[in-house]
């Protein structure tokens, strides 16, 4: 197999040959044939992130097929397309686990972070926390969905039911939650980078109803926000934005330091809360529900030796939508 491979935080990916991997119990082997790239791949590889251990291979929103089953594997097939995602395997027996809270869980792995990902020709996946995709939906198309996809659904949830939702930092998860929150009815309102005239035009063409600058005030007060960049100085922003008694929501993994702010941004019962990983419970409900809501994602490809390439334009904002890496 081959595999881009980050061997330092802060250095490039490596083009490297790897010996076949065998599945091993209760695992499978994918040939991968598209893997999406997220922000966290970003704080991979830039070394924000605790626990790191290297060499690790990045990825984690990866489309293939089965061509090996380790022993023990039951309800999946050779030649079944699957995605992994971001959750790679839970302890099953710790306090969060055992209350349905497996994306809390104290001893998880997490796909192309503690375990090796996708930025690869083949991939070795725990088979439980594998989904079956059908044979509906490019492979390529459907890379985003397995973690933009999931955890925007994850945070929208969050949310909770109101009619104006505000998403701050309009990319690859945005691009789908916007797309979710029209067919539930909901009025988006997108907020970009200020000046970001291209990603404003892509919001409003993908349903918003408003799009600006995140220096700027929406049009009426938001009933929720969810925060997708990585930037801790939208907090603040997203509080004065929501309505008395309303949420903001943070979706990343990280973030750059919250500055302080005055209490009364906080007060009247607004909520500021986070959004971590996923439960297979998510994935389940969400990969569902997309081809009836006919979610389109919007793809910029990158050959699979690209990958630093396809980083870089995500750094500096140089596509809209998701990339995917192709082996
Ligand atoms: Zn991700
Ligand atoms: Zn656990």
């Keep these: ?20 991997r065998l599945p091993g119990p209760g695992e499978i082997r994918v040939k991968i044939a598209a893997c999406g790239v997220c922000r966290t791949d970003l704080h991979v590889m830039d070394g924000e992130l605790p ?17 090996a089953l380790g022993p023990g594997v039951a309800g999946l097939r050779v030649g079944e397309r699957v995605g992994i995602p971001w959750l790679a395997h839970t302890c099953g ?30 991939a070795v996946a725990d088979a439980r926390f594998a989904f079956p995709l059908g044979e509906i939906g490019g492979d390529v198309e459907l890379a985003p969905l397995l973690c933009a996809g999931l955890i925007g659904w994850r945070s929208l949830s969050i949310a909770g039911n ?33 000046g970001d005239a291209t990603s404003q035009a892509f919001a409003r063409r993908l349903g918003a109803i408003w799009a ?3 220096d700027e005030m929406p049009p009426k007060p938001l009933d929720a926000a969810i925060i997708f960049a990585a930037i801790g100085d939208l907090v603040p922003l997203a509080l004065k934005a929501v309505r008395k008694g309303g949420r903001v929501v943070c979706a990343g993994i990280h973030m750059s330091d919250i500055p ?11 909520q500021l809360v986070s959004v971590a990983n996923l439960t297979r419970q998510d994935g389940i409900d969400f990969l569902r529900l997309a ?37």
Aim: hydrophobic share 40%; net charge negative; glycine share 10%.
């Design 1 to 20: 197999m081959h595999a881009m491979v980050l061997k330092k935080p802060g250095t490039a990916l490596e083009w490297t040959e790897l010996p076949d």
């Design 51 to 67: 626990d790191l251990h290297f060499p690790i291979i990045p990825g984690h929103e990866i489309v293939g097929r089965i061509d």
């Design 93 to 122: 027996v710790c306090p969060y686990c055992l209350e349905d809270q497996e994306n809390l869980c104290d001893r998880p792995l997490f796909t192309g972070y503690t375990r090796d990902g996708g930025y690869a020709t083949s």
């Design 162 to 194: 109101g009619r104006n939702l505000g998403l701050y930092g309009f990319g690859a998860a945005a691009h789908i939650v916007a797309q979710v929150a029209g067919w539930q009815q909901r009025s988006v309102f997108a907020f970009t980078r200020p």
């Design 212 to 214: 600006g600058g995140s």
């Design 260 to 270: 302080s702010f005055p209490y009364s941004l906080l007060w009247e019962e607004r």
């Design 291 to 327: 081809p009836e809501i006919g979610i389109v994602t919007q793809t910029t490809r990158y050959p699979l030796d690209q990958a630093n390439r396809a980083l870089s334009d995500l750094r500096a904002g140089r596509f809209d939508g998701a990339a995917v890496l192709v082996p």
